[in-house]
């Protein structure tokens, strides 16, 4: 019996963007034919109102206007749409979850963080290099990160802490450039939070050391992986980001050097889109903490995150052994 192509569309609403993939699946392959992200920064200002502005909600209706016309024109079976840490958290997210589900004609979906990193750890394990070994991963947005433990395709061990790069940014580093204080009590905080989640994975029987490397989802190692690739010499770095390997140190080194200059020095002498610039110092921060706490050799970038893991559940039940970048 010849079998049909799942045709579909993925929308992620985080704290900092709103992602669209669009993708079809045929048998265990994804092919995705556009990515694109939305820089909305719905979680602006959060951390001190615990509510989404007016300003941010006005923006992200206007985005999914936008992408209501796009998913049609691709003539998508299906869309999910997934809220995370800005939509699950604010007081006031019926103010913009009532209107928004009404233009993309679809509920919206508010994970849980455990949920969110499930779904990241589904979409990890997409990749045939990480469903036979142990792995300890990271997933940065705008409000929280989620820590991941597993090995042979099953997730042991999964926290989501309130540590997002718009989030310390806001609260801890406030300025930039930072002071050093401001970054000595960020890194303070984040340490006492990871060195819980590091004790509680020791405990584990089936989970009593680390891997050597860490792998990070989210658009902080997305950037970090681009500005590693442009120093190598590759003028467009984007779609080669995948599977890029940073060393600690030179995390380290990274962090020194973001930490001197202000959001419009960053956009325009690192190429960093401005809508990341003012948070790139916040989340390098948080993964070069992680490292250093979990004792990792290096960081591995990976652009698998809660849209593939969101399609998985909800779009293709179909188990996903390879993914085709068309776009």
Known sequence: ???????????DLGSNTIKLMLAEQFNGNLHIHKEKRYPTRLATRMNQTGRLSKRAIKESLMVLREIKKITESFDA?????????ATRSATNSQ????P??????????????KLEGQLVYQALMTHKKWRTKPILASDLGGGSIEI????????TFC??????????????????????????????LIISKFLRIKKKLLEMSAYSTFPQEMIASGGTSYALA???????????????????????SKIQQLLQTLSSYSAEQLARKFHIPSDRADIITAGTLVLSTALETFEMKSLICSNRGVRIGAWSNWICSEPIKKVIHVC
């Open 1 to 11: 019996m010849k079998r049909m192509k799942t045709r579909g569309a993925v929308l």
């Open 77 to 85: 079976f299906k869309l999910v749409a997934v809220g995370t840490s």
């Open 95 to 98: 103010d913009f979850l009532a």
């Open 100 to 113: 928004a589900q009404q233009i993309i004609r679809c509920p919206i979906r508010i994970v849980s963080g």
């Open 148 to 155: 991941l433990a597993g090995e042979n395709e099953r997730l």
């Open 159 to 188: 926290r989501s802490l309130p540590l997002g790069a718009v989030r310390i940014q806001e609260t801890l580093i406030q300025k930039l450039p930072p002071p050093a204080p401001n970054i000595k009590r960020a890194q303070d």
């Open 226 to 248: 681009c500005m590693t690739l442009r120093e190598q010499g590759i003028k467009q770095p984007q779609h080669q980001t995948e599977g890029t390997r940073i060393s600690r």
